[in-house]
């Protein structure tokens, strides 16, 4: 008998998932879906992305909903649109041979009234991000008064978006007989509050491994000096020819440059932030997916939807400040007992990153030598000869050709041939890392001293106590000054109070702009400050942004096809290389 028949679960649902290839459940389905299924207690699941979570939660619930009514019985709170419908496609997938169950999947930034004939044409199961929830309970489209299952799916995510008081506003329109699910990879003080104020009984289940991928997960740094991390990172991906890789940057512009440099630089690379449209973003996924891109770049929310299980690499472009948005990152490959590596590129003043991540990984991070042109040049010459070896050939396609194609080639003989197709596909890897340099190692203190001096530092009268946080803080700016590229250094929140960093330029403009501006009904108060010491910065209080990052206000992009097509023109890393990675069809 099937293990997940042995659960509780019935054929109708055991069949989809022998159909989806489910064999075996996953140590927190084992312990989440009979869990579900017999004791109406709230439960705490230690459970991270890729884990099976999505499974662990909706089977059980889906078995036990009332088919004959069209009420929500279930609300699934995700923090982002793209988990959200995933979850709602996985919930469909699931339950492809029960009739009458449906589900709909409610998020920002698509049209509402649609979702909203979804939901009075009738579903049991709500899938929303917490804002357009919210946006649907108010306008009286959404009744959660009666349902019996909510789901707080990646709480720790919700709560660091920003969403504490849309969680907090869905919660109170719940009822108390209700049983509360929520799933989170770590449970920091906000995501303990929340199980504390809004859930009775609790059980708490992890799957007994912090993270089952982790395992499989070997951990890298390369110490580079800031302007050699773009070029350290082409090293990377030549010297795994074969890598299918997501690469994590902190800023939405970041990860549009890293693209637009990759593509220029002919690798098989695009973005997912979230300046792009849905379709766009859908366009990158699937591409994604279906392995066309070798190498995405993404910010951490963009690419929280992303269901792929087999990258070989997850590459830390800037390590994230938060020591748990990097087990997330890293948790993304060395799934399905495959194995993985998360790569961390860190200059001097990042090593100190490295510490807290060790301790919540429970895993030292190896450091590794950014590899020379040699190196590389002999890792994808072995690559093209195993590719060579293993082509399929068609014979019926070039069989017309080979007469003139032997006639030509008349006159050379075996090592002679083998020497001039090498050559052809190699000589440009040969001429485009023949001078290049070694990338180790930071030497870059004097250039980030200038940097520094490029921007001005403000004090803010408002901190974590008015919910602000960096992204929130970012908004204001934005919205405030009117202008979307204006850069915005490092940004500092404290508990009634922040600090942000602005384009020295732009001082007077920010004083006037935020003179008489208010906020929640709070005069907000703008001050030019000092800034702090380099040596007595402390870490601590640099927590948000530590490491220099710049950014600038949101700019609107332009479409993946419509792109400023630059060589970043540095030395031997920089070259526009036409051969060696070429575009898969
Ligand atoms: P999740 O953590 O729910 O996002 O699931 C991660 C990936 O594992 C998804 O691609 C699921 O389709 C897949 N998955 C979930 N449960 C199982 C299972 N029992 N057997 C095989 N694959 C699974």
Known sequence: MSIFKELGLSEAIVSSLTELGYENPTPIQEISIPQILNSKDDLKAFAQTGTGKTAAFSLPIMEQLDLKSKDPQAIILSP????????????????KNISNLNVVAVYGGANIEDQIRGIKRGAQIIVGTPGRTVDLIKRKRLNLRNIQWLVLDEADEMLNMGFKDELDQILETTPNTKQTLLFSATFPKEVEAIAKNYMNNTVEISAGKKNIGAENVSHEY????????????????????????????????????????????????????????QAQRDMVMQKFRSKTLQILVATDVA?????????????NYKLPDQPENYTHRSGRTGRAGKNGISVAL??????????????KINKQFEQKQVPNGKEICEKQLYSLIDKVHDIDINEKEIKDYLP?????????????????????????????????????????????RSTDEAFTRFYINLG???????????????????????????IEILKSFSFFEIDKNFRDEVLEKFNGVEFGGRKIIVEVTNKPKTKGRSRSKRRNFEGGDRFRGNKERN???NRDRRSSGSGGDGKRRDSGRRQRR
């Open 80 to 95: 982002t649109r793209e988990l959200a419908i995933q979850i709602a496609r996985n919930i469909e997938e699931f339950s």
């Open 222 to 277: 390369y110490l580079v000096s800031d302007r050699n991390r773009y070029p350290a990172l082409k090293r990377i991906a030549d010297i795994n020819p074969d890598i299918y890789s997501i690469v994590f940057c902190r800023t939405r512009r970041e990860t549009k440059d890293i693209a637009d440099k990759l593509i220029a630089d002919g690798y098989n690379a695009d973005a997912l932030h979230g300046d792009l449209s």
């Open 303 to 315: 690419a929280r939807g992303l269901d792929v299980t087999d990258l070989t690499h997850v590459i």
């Open 346 to 359: 860190i200059t001097n003043r990042e090593k100190g990153k490295l510490r807290p991540i060790e301790k």
């Open 404 to 448: 003139s194609i032997y006639q030509k080639l008349d006159g050379f003989d075996r090592e002679e041939l083998i020497k001039r197709f090498v050559s052809l596909e190699f000589n440009q890897f040969l001429s485009y890392y023949e001078n290049s340099h070694d990338l180790n190692g930071d030497d870059s203190r004097e250039k980030r």
């Open 464 to 490: 974590k106590m008015d919910h602000i946080n960096p992204a929130k803080l970012m908004g204001i700016i934005n919205e405030n000054l009117r202008k979307n590229d204006i850069e915005i250094g490092q």
């Open 559 to 561: 479409g993946s096809g």
